[in-house]
T-cell receptor
Framework: KNQVEQSPQSLIILEGKNCTLQ??????????LRWYKQDTGRGPVSLTIMTFSENTKSNGRYTATLDADTKQSSLHITASQLSDSASYIC???????????FGTGTRLTVIP | NAGVTQTPKFRVLKTGQSMTLLCAQD?????MYWYRQDPGMGLRLIHYSVGEGTTAKGEVPDGYNVSRLKKQNFLLGLESAAPSQTSVYFC?????????????FGSGTRLTVV
């Protein structure tokens, strides 16, 4: 069964601190993995997209890693800001399929 | 550049009523999608379209119909709304199907069926 699981479900951190979000997947055959940021009441916005051959990709203070062998990915946020408060969704694309598999997201709250 | 625009943003329906959600994109994308997002669940694909005049079923198509009469528009219809269709609906578009290309999402339509 194609699944995407994220942990933790929710996380509260102090402004300025770093954090790491986890994503494990069973989607096969694998095509690519994406991290999205979804602000409350808004649609998801793409942060990174990684293919099988990429094991790290950065977008500003966001750095995503991918281990295609263990089917795990992480999203590291450096020097968090209040505006980082959002849900972060891991999405895996199956090769040759017309669908994406979404995780349920990690709800991050950054407090001053 | 508006990207993907969804209307309406909010709607309350009575059971059995019908309505149409409109999605419009100005990026000349070939592919468009309708998803629903429910608490504790990932987004699930309802229907999608790979081009003007084409539609296909996704993971949870029952109770919904779609039309893609113009390339820039993708309509989602509920013929007889049910409380189980209470959800947040997102439209998305992309320039390629699936791999290696990002999706652009709209800001969502919150639908409540009472």
């Amino acid at each position: 069964k194609n699944q995407v699981e994220q942990s933790p479900q929710s996380l509260i951190i102090l402004e300025g601190k770093n954090c790491t979000l986890q994503c494990n997947y069973t989607v096969s055959p694998f095509s690519n993995l994406r991290w999205y940021k979804q602000d409350t009441g808004r649609g998801p916005v793409s942060l990174t997209i990684m293919t099988f051959s990429e094991n790290t990709k950065s977008n500003g203070r966001y750095t995503a890693t991918l281990d295609a062998d263990t089917k795990q990915s992480s999203l590291h946020i450096t020097a968090s800001q209040l505006s980082d408060s959002a849900s972060y969704i891991c999405v895996v694309s199956k090769a040759g399929a017309n669908n994406l598999f979404f995780g349920t997201g990690t709800r991050l709250t950054v407090i001053p | 550049n508006a990207g993907v625009t969804q209307t309406p943003k909010f709607r309350v329906l009575k059971t059995g009523q019908s309505m149409t959600l409109l999605c419009a994109q100005d990026m000349n994308h070939e592919y468009m999608y309708w998803y629903r997002q429910d608490p504790g669940m990932g987004l699930r694909l309802i229907h999608y379209s790979v081009g003007e005049g084409t539609t296909a079923k996704g993971e949870v198509p029952d109770g919904y119909n779609v039309s893609r009469l113009k390339k820039q528009n993708f309509l989602l219809g509920l013929e007889s709304a049910a409380p189980s269709q209470t959800s947040v609906y997102f439209c998305a578009s992309s320039s390629r199907l699936g791999a290696n290309y990002g999706y652009t999402f709209g800001s969502g339509t919150r639908l409540t069926v009472v």
